[in-house]
Each structure stands twice: as C-alpha cells, then as structure tokens.
C-alpha cells in the first residue's frame, strides 16, 4: 500500500501544525511531520489493519533517509498505531474487537474529566471549533465528503485534549484518539451517520462557550458512544 501525494505536501510544509498537533504553536520536527502524514493516510483508509508500513516505500516518497522514518514509526508505535516487529519490519496495528470496544469505554470515561478540564476555556479555541462545525454543518449530507469529515472530526477531538490544561492527560486522550480514528471514520461513512454526528458537535460547542462542563462532558459521551456503536454496525 502506498501514499498519495496528497501525504507528502503535509510532511513537506516547513509551516506544518497539523492534526496530531492542532493548536500548537510550533514547527513539528521532520519525524512528526512524517508520523503525522502516515496517521492521516490510515485515518483515509490508505492503510488497512495488518498492512505493511514499508520503510524504504516511506522514504522514497518522502525524499528523505531511512532514520526519520524510523523515528516516525517508533512514534506512531508508542501511541498504538504501529507494530513493529523485529526482522518482520513495521504493519498496521489490528484491534479485536474487544480492544476497539475497550478503547472507546476508556475513552468514554475520561471524556468526563477532560470536560472538568475545559472550565474557562479559551474563547479562541471554541472559535476555532465553530469555525470548523460549521464547515462540517455544509459538507455532512454530501456523498463524497467522508475524508473531509473524518479529519474535520478529528481536528475537533484534537483541539479539546490539547486544550485541557493537563499533560498526562492530553497524553492519554491523544493516544486513545489516534488508535480510535480510523474505526471512528468507518462509522462515519453514511451522510445520515455524519449529519448525525455533527449536530452533537454543535451543542458540544454551545455547552463549551456557555460553559457548562457538565452538558460537554455529556455530549462527549454521546460522540464517542455513537462512534462506537456507529463503527461496530460497520463491522457486522
């Protein structure tokens, strides 16, 4: 399985703050560039569960040599994402379907202390999140709008754990964040799902600017509920 070049534009942008780091001021190193670009080709369905990450494939596409790639899946490995096995070389991670339920309940769970978290938040970040519901808002109903969706989805996820003013937490949230997306996108992929979904991110949004810790940590729930069960009809 390969990249598109769609992939490789994100990696090169010397300005990249992109969705494994959204809202953080700064340049990602080359690595997280290329870890980012990798989790972005799985959350599209590039990659499957069980494929091969090929190092040399990574860097020929990438231009560059092989020790940022292995950088890049050491990263990727330590949130889940990636298994590398010794002299087998590195695949996407397979989840059972106990796992991916163990996941989302996990993630569930912590959805109610990451709400306790967002007291006072930052009015920027709710402007930023409505900016982006409000794209979703226009795109949900449309047939071909799943890839789009998924990472507008996942960009808000992103943006409240890195919001949350904790670091063993934000850790936490994103690793369970990464390893749910593409069993989040899969769950996404009728226009009814989406429409669905995007109408609890605009009350999410509401309860945040309002603050009401409580009506968004509740909200949250629901996402990640929905997702969950949205994924496992995917899957029969």
Known sequence: MSMNAGSASTAKSGSAIGVMRAGRQRVLTMPEQIAESITLAILRGEYGPGDSVREQELADHFQVSRGPIREALRILEKVGVITIVPQRGAHVTSLSKQEI??????RAVLAGLLAR??????????NQMDAVVTRLELIAGQADALDEYAQGSYRLSTLLFQSCGNKQLEELMGALGIQTARYTRLGLRSPERRQASVIHWRKLVEALRQNNSTAAGNMMVELINASHQAALNQLG
């Open 101 to 106: 339920d163990n996941l989302f309940e996990i």
């Open 117 to 126: 978290h967002l007291t006072d938040l930052d009015p920027s970040v709710v």
